[in-house]
């Protein structure tokens, strides 16, 4: 039989690169991918629901369930804790369902180090001029808070080499589209298709 195990796909790129945009675009596209929602310490923004956008938790109860071994990985983004809840991830890739994360570096990194079978994808400004624009135009966050995530961003793109693929989100569409064709290319990995290639050779 084929690998009916769903994707696990890792996004990730700097603050003000459009990410969200992205992937509201690409869930609205893609029926069959679900995203994880992350547990964080840090406190929710206006208009974001607690297990909707994040758990928001306590730094006891974060700590706990990393303790549990119930993060697949988790990290410290701008002073709060950052993770991925395991047991949601892993039922729905069991149900064929494709999960997407979008995490930042060091967790993604993280995944890859366990060599978790994983697709890693980057997303890039067009240049480092248009990403701050784009961060000083949201006008949520103070001036302070957006030079510590201008100083992140560049330590999260000097990484983008270590990911399997980088889209650089110029127009919407277009890095929609390409994040949807890398999705259906790695379905048909060599890899991931092992399995199903010696079922065929053996059933003479
Ligand atoms: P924000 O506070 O703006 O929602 O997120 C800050 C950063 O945390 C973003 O780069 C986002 O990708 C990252 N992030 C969100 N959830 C997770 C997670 O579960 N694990 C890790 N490692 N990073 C996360």
């Known amino acids: 039989m084929k690998n009916n195990r769903g994707l696990l796909i890792v996004l990730s790129g700097p603050s003000g690169v459009g990410k969200d945009t992205i992937l509201n675009s690409l869930l609205e596209k893609s029926q069959n991918i679900k995203l994880s929602v992350s547990a964080t310490t840090r406190s929710p923004r206006a208009g974001e629901v607690d297990g909707d956008d994040y758990f928001f938790l306590?730094?006891?109860?974060?700590?706990?369930l990393v303790n549990d071994g119930g993060m697949l990985e988790y990290a410290e983004y701008n002073g709060n804790y950052y993770g991925t809840p395991k047991k949601a991830v892993e039922e729905s890739r069991a149900l064929g369902q494709?999960?997407?994360?979008e995490i930042e570096v060091n967790g993604a990194m993280q995944i890859k180090e366990k060599s978790e079978d994983a697709l890693f994808i980057f997303i890039m400004p067009p240049s480092r001029q248009e990403l701050m624009r784009r961060l000083v135009d949201r006008k949520t966050e103070d001036?302070?808070?957006i030079n510590a995530r201008l100083e992140?961003?560049?330590y999260e793109m000097s990484r983008a080499?270590?990911?399997?693929?980088v889209v650089v989100n110029e127009k919407l569409d277009k890095a929609v589209e390409d994040i949807q064709s890398?999705?259906?290319a790695a379905k048909c990995s060599a890899k991931r298709a092992k399995k199903f290639i010696d079922e065929v050779l053996n059933n003479a």
Not at 161 to 165: A, I, K, T, V
């Open 58 to 64: 306590t730094e006891k109860e974060f700590k706990t």
């Open 98 to 101: 494709d999960v997407i994360l």
């Open 143 to 145: 001036e302070a808070t």
């Open 152 to 154: 992140v961003a560049e």
């Open 161 to 165: 080499g270590e990911y399997d693929y």
């Open 182 to 184: 890398i999705i259906d």
